[in-house]
């Protein structure tokens, strides 16, 4: 549906317009009309991609809603995909639901089509209208807006991860926690992914927005894109270096499991040797041989009782400071 469609002159609001008068607006020099979707049908897609006469594969792509991140030249306009995270739950069990704004940035126009995003850009807008010196730049400072507030999202989600990251590493020395905190490390590792997928490939096509030959709808907006680079990097140097952090956290849960489960076979190895010995000898005086040691003596029953607990006593006290048991 239609959230909003005004047009802007010299940094300023003239007010909101008919879909119908888009195209007579943008002919209009130092004016731009700025046009918000959420969840557009494909008939009000093709109504704008008339009215901006917008590239065919860049409307195409915007009717899709599920592209990687992106920013596609087209002649002198720009297509720009950005992928929206939003947490729909705190702590540990947080998931994130993934949207898609699709921007499609000409020289005197702006639109964005928002896909499974709830959350809105209102307050873009209002930034971009208490600014009218900066909103003289037209629709180049509109998208700097847009992906500014798109990639400071990520900041919280980002913090997010690194204080269940810290709430997991407080309980990897926890005796029976091992299976548990690795469950938790991997949805960790899972929720870190989509955020990278939303980032990396965002990283090179900003680059080009402030770097060598610069499309002519950013020109003079240069310093902002790379404010914006800026963020993407900081946010993937973080990402790379909790996904270490996980791989560390990982390998020494996995570790406390082999550590735990070798305390079982030490100690089960140590009460099979305690065992063994009265059962030997148990075994060997329990033969039916009429000439065998011992076997009339009146003391034979207590020292052979007497031997085992001795032998049983002896190599209790020496698994005992070997801590097999």
Avoid at 19 to 24: C, L
Avoid at 59 to 76: L, N
Avoid at 169 to 190: D, P
Avoid at 224 to 251: N, S
Wanted: charged share 25%; with cysteine.
């Amino acid at each position: 549906m239609l959230i909003n469609c005004v047009a802007y002159q010299n940094g300023k609001k003239l007010g909101d317009i008919p879909v119908a008068d888009i195209s007579d607006y943008v002919t209009r020099p130092e004016c731009f009309v700025w046009v918000a979707l959420f969840e557009p049908s494909v008939a009000e897609i093709d109504e704008m991609a008339a009215e901006f006469e917008l590239h065919p594969l860049a409307v195409e792509d915007a009717k899709s809603g599920h592209q990687r991140p992106k920013i596609e030249e087209y002649d002198d306009s720009l297509f720009v995909v950005l992928h929206t995270l939003e947490p729909v739950a705190e702590g540990i069990d947080t998931e994130l639901i993934g949207g898609e704004v699709d921007i499609f940035v000409g020289k005197n126009y702006i639109l964005s089509v928002r896909h499974r995003a709830k959350k809105g850009f209102g307050n873009v807008r209002a930034r971009c209208e208490r600014e009218p010196e900066l909103l003289k730049y037209g629709a180049g400072f509109v998208l700097y807006a847009l992906m500014d507030t798109v990639v400071d999202r990520y900041f919280p989600i980002l913090d997010s991860m690194e204080s269940e990251l810290e709430q997991v590493e407080e309980q990897i020395f926890v005796r029976n926690a091992a299976r548990s905190n690795i469950e938790a490390l991997y949805a960790l590792k899972q929720r870190l992914m989509v955020l990278k997928h939303a980032v990396d490939p965002l990283m090179e096509g900003t680059g080009k927005l402030y770097g060598g030959r610069v499309p002519q709808v950013c020109a003079g907006m240069q310093e902002y894109f790379r404010d914006v680079y800026d963020h993407l990097h900081r946010i993937h140097l973080t990402i790379e270096g909790i996904r270490d952090m996980l791989t560390t956290a990982i390998q020494v849960n996995l570790g406390m499991i082999s550590l735990s489960e070798s305390e079982v076979t030490k100690r089960l190895a140590a009460w099979a040797a305690i065992i063994a010995v009265p059962t030997m000898l148990a075994g060997i005086y329990g033969m039916n041989f009429k000439h065998m040691p011992e076997l009339e003596w009146s003391f034979g029953y207590p020292l052979a009782i007497a031997t085992m607990a001795v032998i049983d006593a002896y190599l209790y006290v020496k698994f005992k400071r070997a801590r097999w048991l």
